[in-house]
């Protein structure tokens, strides 16, 4: 399955230079915990992106208002991104490996085109949006969740021991 066939397209999204009460108001109305963040030239490239908690730890950090704090100032500029035609797994992976829940689709010059998130990739495997519960398999989901939830610089855990079968007697 094709990342296109999941993603969320119309995503609303903020510039640099808005002040963090604009994006805080965006997840608010769309029920969603990031946004977009594109160029201001209205070009629609992705420059960053910004979460519910960049939000919170910028106004913590920076002791101010959201309508004073600027989105530049915490929004993340480390990228990663797919493209429409990425595979599921494809998404999966880059989200594992940068332990994000959420990726903006971009088309090959970087404009954004919509977000595929974890949301988004549970709900097709839960067969919500029409979506075969076969096309996503559960464990992939897990597996992904795991690799994006554990904690930064620890290494992905060993595989559990298996257990051999005793024979009855």
């Avoid at 995503?11 to 594109?38: K, N, Y």
């Avoid at 979506?131 to 939830?149: G, H, N």
């Amino acid at each position: 399955m094709k990342t296109e066939q999941l993603m969320t397209k119309n995503v609303r999204t903020c510039i640099a230079d808005d002040v963090l009460a604009i994006p805080a108001r965006i997840m608010w109305e769309q029920d969603c915990g990031s946004v977009p963040v594109v160029s201001s030239d209205g070009s629609g490239l992705v420059v960053g992106m910004l979460t519910d908690r960049d939000i919170c730890m910028a106004a913590l950090m920076q002791g101010g208002k959201l309508e004073e704090i600027l989105v530049a100032s915490a929004m993340s500029t480390d990228l990663q991104t797919c493209q429409p035609s990425h595979t599921l797994s494809e998404a999966e992976q880059l989200m594992s490996r940068a332990q994000v829940r959420r990726l903006p689709v971009v088309d090959d010059a970087g404009q954004l085109l919509g977000l595929i998130s974890m949301a988004d990739i549970a709900g097709g495997s839960a067969g919500m949006r029409g979506i075969s519960k076969k096309a996503i398999p559960k464990r992939d989901v897990a597996d992904t969740l795991a690799a994006i939830t554990r904690p930064r610089g620890l290494e992905a855990p060993p595989p559990a021991p298996t257990r051999a079968r005793s024979k009855k007697k």
